[in-house]
């Protein structure tokens, strides 16, 4: 498939990869708009967040933000910014769904 963000999953293409487990892999921005910007993704394909139309992608998707939490707890960040873009009218340029982290702490020492 030709997806950036699969390719990152695969390993074929190098990132700065902040969190992984077996469903999700965040890693930084490769342009990034605070001091801290995550995009955190399921590794399964899932195209945008308004064209979900399956239970278990939802899951998927909705668990996205728990691990926006364990990130946020292990930066030790003071707060953060979440957003996520839906389709191409609405700033949505990878098609591959993925939850934006930013936050404009000072960088952390782990970062
Ligand atoms: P969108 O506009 O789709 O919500 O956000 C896509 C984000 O992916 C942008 O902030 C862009 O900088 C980032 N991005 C695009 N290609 C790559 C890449 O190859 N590697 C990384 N790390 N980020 C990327
Ligand atoms: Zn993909």
Redesign the pocket.
């Known amino acids: 498939m030709n997806c950036?963000f699969c390719k990152?999953v695969n390993k074929e293409?190098p990132?700065d990869i902040v969190y992984e487990d077996d469903n999700y892999l965040a890693?930084?921005?490769?342009?990034p708009k605070a001091p801290i910007h995550i995009?955190i993704i399921p590794k399964k394909h899932i195209e945008s967040f308004h064209l979900i139309d399956d239970k278990e992608d939802l899951r998927l998707v909705e668990w996205l933000i728990n691990v926006a939490r364990r990130i946020v707890k292990e930066l030790d960040l003071n707060g953060c910014q979440l957003h996520m873009?839906s389709g191409k009218d609405h700033?949505?340029?990878?098609m591959h769904i993925?939850l934006?982290l930013l936050s404009w702490w000072a960088t952390p020492v782990k970062w």
Not at 91 to 94: A, G, N
Request: proline share 0%; glycine share 0%; net charge negative.
């Open positions: 950036v990152i293409i990132a890693f930084k921005d490769i342009n995009l873009n700033w949505q340029e990878v993925h934006h």
